[in-house]
């Protein structure tokens, strides 16, 4: 979906770097969310923001950080990477608003793969 | 905890042939459900959602999919597949009241010309 960016598409770094992965949304949508892909796993949720003040953990969130900068911008940090957390990353937003609420889909955008080594 | 299960890692059919992508769930309460389609270097995208009403439910692509409510299933069909059908499929559920989505491991579908 290409209103949702994510920002690098490929990354390959070492052992102990820290890593930030960006995500800007142009849909306008308030919930913003990032996940991980593992062959065989599906998606796990790492961390979810309804708004700019509403951080949560989702899941998995061990070695992770986020920051919702704007209502279109959520990142994905990793303060000291290590090889397990090699995966596909996805952001992804969902609108809220409207009469239709909380029922929406949520949108992703095209990934980041990411390799450490 | 909600839990999602997809039974089948991979589908293999013939194009023309009708495709179903088998899908369980075990939530409490009546669950929003999901199907979600990815392509090679793409992002997950929207298929079709189950809320409430009607039990077969009609999405893009000529897919739809059926609610059952006492096998708590929920799989996906298309009359007549088509090779570019050929993807990896989600399912996904949503409790009633909570706002995160919990997905199954995928099913590989490859539609053979």
């Known amino acids: 979906d290409a209103d949702v960016t994510q920002t690098p598409r490929n990354r390959i770094t070492k052992t102990g770097k820290r890593i930030m992965l960006e995500c800007s949304q142009t849909?306008?949508?308030?919930?913003m969310y990032w996940y991980r892909q593992d062959p065989g796993l599906g998606l796990r949720l790492i961390y979810y923001?309804?708004?700019?003040?509403?951080?949560n953990k989702g899941e998995i969130s061990d070695g992770y950080s986020v920051s919702r900068q704007a209502q279109a911008k959520f990142s994905l940090s990793l303060e000291s990477a290590i090889p397990n957390q090699t995966a596909l990353y996805f952001c992804?937003?969902?609108?809220?608003?409207?009469?239709?609420?909380?029922?929406?889909?949520?949108?992703f955008g095209d990934g980041t793969r990411l390799s450490i080594l | 905890a909600q839990s999602v299960a997809q039974p089948e890692d991979q589908v293999n059919v013939a194009e023309g042939n009708p495709l179903t992508v088998k899908c369980t769930y075990s939530?409490?309460?009546?669950?929003?459900l999901f199907w979600y389609v990815q392509y090679p270097n793409r992002g997950l995208q929207f298929l079709l959602k189950?809320?409430?009403?009607?039990?077969l439910v009609k999405g893009s692509y000529g897919f739809e999919a059926e609610f059952n409510k006492s096998q708590t299933s929920f799989h996906l069909k298309k009359p007549s597949a088509l090779v570019s059908d050929s993807a990896l499929y989600f399912c996904?559920?949503?409790?009633?009241?909570?706002?995160?989505?919990?997905f199954g491991a995928g099913t590989t579908v490859t539609v053979r010309a």
């Open positions: 992804a937003t969902s609108d809220s608003t409207g009469k239709k609420g909380s029922n929406q889909p949520q949108h």
């Open positions: 849909k306008g949508h308030d919930r």
């Open positions: 923001s309804f708004d700019v003040k509403d951080i």
């Open positions: 939530v409490s309460g009546n669950p929003y």
């Open positions: 189950y809320i409430t009403g009607d039990n």
């Open positions: 996904a559920v949503r409790p009633p009241g909570d706002y995160k989505l919990s």
